[in-house]
């Protein structure tokens, strides 16, 4: 039986977004890795009437509940009691508990206030946790509750919100309890990401329709982040071995749909792709970028103290005029007896640094739109974004296309379209991309 979690968050910093809630995270990973699927993450304030509920609540449609917060001796620290109240189990005094609270003030020197009793007050039937460094201590209860399905059990603790006391008291004491007495970690949830760039959310689904199916096994879930997919595959299995012969299948199924989309497997980012690469191939890569928030030479730039081998060089231009003056200067534009364009201003410019630099790549894109120009943007933002790909010993490749997206996403957007370009190239597929006649010859 797989095992159901709910993390239950209590006290009304919270609520009210003055503090932000990083033990459920905390909780939510720990669990996960003991093969327990955490089904609900619940947030509550401070009000008792609430809290019995949220406690009735998650204990009928969870095995295993863990509460953080209120716990402390002051008059907004309501746990116990709710719990008490949720389940109908009087408060009684644990001896032990106070002897522990008591000797901590004794070490500290300081007097124990009356209303700190109360924390050596604990639901009949249920165990302490100990609280090593907090006077505080936990509370391990187990709970009959009928309302979903007969005889439904729920183990449910309770620990201090202090996220350095919850965490010390859940890997010494409740995961400990969870192993030997509900069995968890005998199967674990384990996961194998595949990242995917040059195409969108629904078009993923719309080539794996299938894949997405709640009731599949193994799962696989998609998130998006500054224009990045991440294919999360996941599947409870006892050993690893198991795990990756489950889910090999379904990652033949992603890559022969998707194809060159995907980019990479685990935590990897294209410009981390890219770069690896060019480092294996000991390729030397000269980058330049036209306009506002240039992004692909700064992202490679921060991996050039890992490059054993190839080199990372970076050209800036500040705008697009500047660019062709650049050209003009050195009698480029003029040689060729036409009007310079963006197009290629940006290929002569990126044939002109691969040979002075002795180059084997330089990837030249832009132009990148000014921060004003997408605010001002009536609809959603969009520009047109031209890459140029300077090679030795072969044609230039250039292309032009028309991206749109939210101001946040935008740029993130176009910087990896020209890393996408470059990498499409490096492997031997083609983007779309025309080969232009060089300038150099």
């Known amino acids: 039986m797989s095992l159901r979690a709910e993390i239950l968050s209590i006290g009304d910093e919270l609520t009210s977004g003055q503090r932000l809630d990083t033990n459920s995270q905390y909780l939510s990973q720990r669990l996960s890795d003991l093969g327990i699927h955490v089904r609900y993450h619940t947030t509550v304030g401070d009000e008792f009437s609430d809290n019995v509920l949220a406690f009735r609540a998650a204990a009928a449609r969870a095995h295993i509940v863990i509460a953080t917060g209120g ?166 299995t006892a050993s690893q071995a198991e795990f990756e012969q489950l889910v090999a299948p379904t990652v033949r199924e992603i890559r022969d749909a998707l194809g060159d989309r995907v980019f990479g497997e685990g935590e990897i980012e294209l410009h981390e792709a890219v770069h690896q690469i060019l480092d294996e191939r000991s390729l030397r890569l000269g980058v330049i970028e036209v306009g506002a928030s240039c992004r692909i030479g700064h992202m490679l730039a921060k991996l050039q103290s890992h490059t054993q081998r190839g080199l990372v060089l970076s050209q800036w231009f500040a705008c697009e005029s500047e660019l062709i003056r650049y050209l003009e200067q050195d009698a480029i534009a003029a040689s060729s007896g036409t009007e310079v364009t963006l197009q290629s201003a940006l290929a002569q410019a990126a044939e002109k640094i691969l040979e002075r630099n002795d180059l084997d790549r330089c990837l030249a894109a832009g132009v990148y739109p000014t921060l004003r120009d997408v605010a001002s943007a009536e609809t959603i933002p969009y520009a047109d974004f031209t890459m140029c790909l300077a090679r030795r010993d072969a044609p230039t490749k250039t292309t032009t296309v028309s991206l749109g997206g939210h101001p946040d996403v935008l740029y993130h957007r176009l910087a990896k379209t020209g890393l996408n370009f470059l990498r499409l190239d490096l492997i031997g597929r083609d983007s779309r991309a025309q080969e232009t006649r060089s300038h150099r010859a």
């Open 71 to 236: 716990l402390g001796p002051t008059a907004d620290d309501l746990t116990r009691e709710a719990i008490s109240e949720a389940f109908s189990l009087p408060l009684e005094m644990r001896p032990e508990a106070m002897a522990h609270i008591e000797s901590l003030f004794a070490l500290r020197k300081r007097p124990m206030p009356e209303r700190n009793r109360v924390q050596a007050m604990f639901p009949q039937t249920s165990k302490i946790i100990p609280n090593p460094h907090g006077t505080a201590p936990g509370i391990d209860l187990e709970v009959m509750v009928e309302d979903r399905e007969p005889n439904h059990r729920c183990r449910l603790f309770a620990l201090p919100g202090v996220p350095a006391e919850m965490i010390e008291m859940l890997n010494v004491t409740v995961i400990p309890r969870l192993v030997q007495d509900q069995g968890a970690g005998a199967v674990q949830w384990r996961y194998h990401t595949l990242k995917v760039f040059g195409i969108g959310e629904s078009d993923v689904e719309q080539l794996l329709p299938d894949l997405i199916a709640r009731n599949r096994i193994p799962r696989v879930g998609i998130t998006v982040s500054k224009a990045t997919i991440t294919l999360r595959i996941a599947a409870q």
